[in-house]
């Protein structure tokens, strides 16, 4: 008789909820502090400006991918320790030396955790695996003109949206504009400066991946 072997189950995700600004804003101020940097200092090294951090760390505004991208750079976190989610690190990471594998991680439907901003809805998936190479975003989104932002999204890396509902245009500071419907995708340089415009009656719905150049990736996180 064959002997049945054990299947590991994957590792659910935390029912959904919502991303609080202050909360996040505090883990910014927090591991500024530890690695002894002024608000200015912080600016210089990631290029946003010194209103800005400070807002985000009292928690008065919402951060687009870009600007949390470039603090989390400049602070040495990994990206998704600033929404502050359980730590499991992925392979490849520095307190996951001695395992080789990635621990499967699920993300049921509509509970990922939401980090909300006047043009996009980010739904964070797989939110509590750090080390992992990307950061995959299911995402609704709100802008509908280029002026709803004030200058083009610019990080390092690459980038791919997946169109799952509603319309969708991408605009290029180079001029390139693609128009999506539902089941076209796109692959980018997000070192482009680059815009998502929901053109349909609904903010369109989309799944993103962005992954992140290896000399931007940190060595260690706090």
Do not use: W
């Not at 804003?25 to 010194?50: P, W, Y």
């Not at 709100?142 to 390092?156: E, G, M, Q, V």
């Not at 680059?194 to 996180?221: F, I, Q």
């Amino acid at each position: 008789m064959a002997k049945s072997v054990g299947r590991r189950e994957p590792v659910a995700a935390e029912a959904s909820s919502q991303i609080d600004h202050k909360a996040v804003g505090a883990r910014l101020r927090d591991a500024r502090k530890a690695r002894g940097l002024t608000l200015m200092q912080l600016s210089e090294q990631s290029g946003i400006a010194v209103s800005t951090i400070s807002k985000a760390e009292r928690g008065d505004i919402a951060l687009t991918y870009d600007k949390f991208a470039a603090l989390a750079h400049a602070l040495k976190l990994e990206f998704d320790a600033i929404f502050g989610r359980g730590r499991r690190a992925a392979a490849g990471s520095a307190a996951s030396s001695a395992v080789s594998h990635i621990t499967p991680t699920f993300t049921a439907s509509g509970q990922q955790m939401i980090y909300d901003t006047p043009n996009y809805e980010y739904g964070m998936l797989a939110n509590d695996l750090t080390g992992k190479r990307m950061v995959p975003m299911r995402a609704h989104v709100r802008a509908r003109k280029l002026s709803d932002f004030p200058d083009f999204i610019r990080h390092s890396g690459e980038e791919f949206v997946f169109l799952l509902h509603g319309s969708l245009e991408l605009r290029f500071d180079t001029g390139a504009v693609f128009e999506l419907k539902p089941g076209d995708s796109l692959y980018f340089d997000s070192s482009v400066g680059h815009v998502y415009l929901s053109t349909g009656k609904k903010p369109a719905e989309v799944l993103v991946c962005c992954v992140d150049t290896d000399a931007h990736r940190p060595a260690d996180a706090i």
